[in-house]
């Protein structure tokens, strides 16, 4: 009699534009056990093209098996749409394990959901806190990581945020930064993409610049006070500026394109990963106050200023080339001086930012989940 092979589905979520740069490298590495069912669920968090459908042509990700299509909305909204979605899914798909990554809506909206039906849930990026609840992302963390059965942390710093937290040290495991294992796999593509020709850039003479979180776009006074402090440091250098979708509704309502109408100052639609990456290789600082840019920066050992009170990443400011700048105007002015005069800190890459952490990953999960299935 022919032997029947049990697998163990696994369901990864995805919905927002930096979990498609994480999960990319993971269903590579998972698909290959044979013992695996690999399925993507897209919560369609992220549902413009240039916000999503980009990203699975560049990064080869196969087709979500599953579209949620939960649109936008207030937090509530948005969360509430998805975790009905997921929880009928999950429901029909009976999963053995479900993946998520960061720190978005359809993490904590998938944490929730797998809670209540008794799945287990393994988080990536777990451990990560900036110290401030107002940020919804920081609720999203904590709730996901305390709903976890799984939790692969990406620098050492996560241990004790949590283990302050109680959670139990057998949970943990140190798998590294998964954003790196993309970022290395498609330095060597980025070459092709001639980046800096398209938009007539020279290397190492120009600033990427790029702000989307509401404390800087949405409050009137502070994204004045940032383009003012923009347009001065484009007297020392090219600023190449990539509008997000709701940065620029605000840059045209608040008349902010008055402020930013100089010849040194490239602003242009969203653009792709990899022009992204060859963007931030070729400059000679990266402004922003992106999570995803801090790291990126930091292997890439390029200068970052970040225009946030806080990070939940502080290894990049530790060990690698981040300074938080806050809303401090001046010190922000005084940073970008003394990377134009090669005084800036050369920063360091954190341990286990080498690519193979979804490797790590995947051999956690095969001995776990094999073993717990009687595999």
């Known amino acids: 009699m022919k032997k029947v092979h049990k697998l163990i589905k696994i369901a990864i979520i995805a919905g927002a534009r930096p979990n498609f740069i994480k999960i990319a490298p993971l269903i590579k590495e998972l698909s290959k056990v044979k013992q695996f069912s690999v399925k993507l669920i897209h919560t369609g968090q992220h549902y413009d093209p240039v916000m999503s459908d ?65 799945i287990p849930l393994a988080h990536v990026e777990a451990g990560l806190r900036s110290g401030d609840m107002k940020m919804p992302e920081e609720v999203n963390r904590i709730v996901t990581d305390r709903l976890s059965e799984y ?123 990899r022009e992204t990456i060859a963007l931030v290789a070729g400059s000679k600082m990266v402004i922003t106050d992106s999570g995803g840019l801090q790291e990126e920066s930091t292997y890439l050992r390029k200068p970052c200023l970040t225009i946030r009170p806080n990070t939940e990443r502080p290894v990049t400011v530790t060990i690698g080339t981040n300074t938080v700048v806050g809303d401090n105007m001046k010190l922000l002015l005084n940073l970008v001086k003394d990377i134009m005069n090669n005084k800036y800190k050369a920063g360091n890459r954190p341990k286990y930012w080498d690519g193979r952490t979804s490797e790590r990953i995947r051999k956690t999960l095969v001995k776990e989940l094999l073993s717990k299935n009687n595999i």
């Open 54 to 118: 980009i990203f699975f042509k560049e990064l080869n990700i196969k087709k979500p098996a599953i579209n949620i299509l939960s649109g936008s909305g207030s937090h509530a909204v948005q969360t509430a749409k998805i975790m009905q979605g997921l929880e009928q899914v999950f429901i029909k798909l009976k999963p053995s394990v479900v993946i998520v990554v960061g720190d978005v809506n359809s993490t904590l909206s998938a944490a929730i959901v797998t809670s209540k039906l008794h």
């Open 151 to 273: 939790l692969f942390i990406p620098s050492e710093d996560a241990y004790e945020n949590l283990n302050n937290e109680g959670i139990e040290r057998s949970k943990i495991f140190f798998a590294g930064n998964i954003m790196i294992d993309t970022l290395i796999n498609n330095l060597k593509k980025i070459e092709k993409y001639k980046v800096l020709k398209k938009y007539k850039l020279t290397k190492n003479n120009y600033c990427l610049v790029t702000l989307h979180r509401p404390s800087n776009v949405d409050n009137k006074k502070m994204f004045i006070k940032i383009s003012k402090t923009i347009r001065a440091i484009s007297e020392t250098v090219k600023i190449f500026f990539p509008v997000h979708p709701r940065t620029m509704i605000n840059i045209e309502k608040f008349g902010i394109n008055k402020i930013l109408n100089s010849p040194d100052i490239l602003l242009t639609k969203p653009i792709g990963y």
